[in-house]
Nanobody, 115 residues
Framework: QVQLVESGGGLVQPGGSLRLSCASS????????MGWYRQAPGKQRELVAA???????NYADSVKGRFTISRDNAKNTVYLEMNSLKPEDTAIYYC?????????WGQGTQVTVSS
């Protein structure tokens, strides 16, 4: 069973930056699509950013130009660099590792953007 462990969340002021990390315990990490999702109180979980095995990325419109997803296959880790953070970015951020039929989730890390 694959375990995903997120880190890097916290409290940051508007306009600030955070870098989230997600370490995977599984093998063959490089073949999986990796994604970051978030869920704010009272809202559905939504895709923030994803990166495929060949490095193709896609982003939610709300974070384009501010967030960057990357992966280090040698470290079995995916990152989410978040800049110019806004209060509406406040949510629990979840890491996802996916390749049909396997779908793994981390426990989430809280990101709070507030002055």
């Amino acid at each position: 069973q694959v375990q995903l462990v997120e880190s890097g969340g916290g409290l940051v002021q508007p306009g600030g930056s955070l870098r989230l990390s997600c370490a995977s315990s599984g093998s063959r990490f490089s073949i999986y699509r990796m994604g970051w999702y978030r869920q704010a109180p009272g809202k559905q979980r939504e895709l923030v950013a994803a990166i495929t095995s060949d490095g193709t990325t896609n982003y939610a419109d709300s974070v384009k130009g501010r967030f960057t997803i990357s992966r280090d296959n040698a470290k079995n880790t995916v990152y989410l660099e978040m800049n110019s953070l806004k209060p509406e970015d406040t949510a629990i951020y979840y890491c996802n590792q996916y390749l049909i039929p396997r779908d793994y989730w981390g426990q989430g890390t809280q990101v709070t953007v507030s002055s």
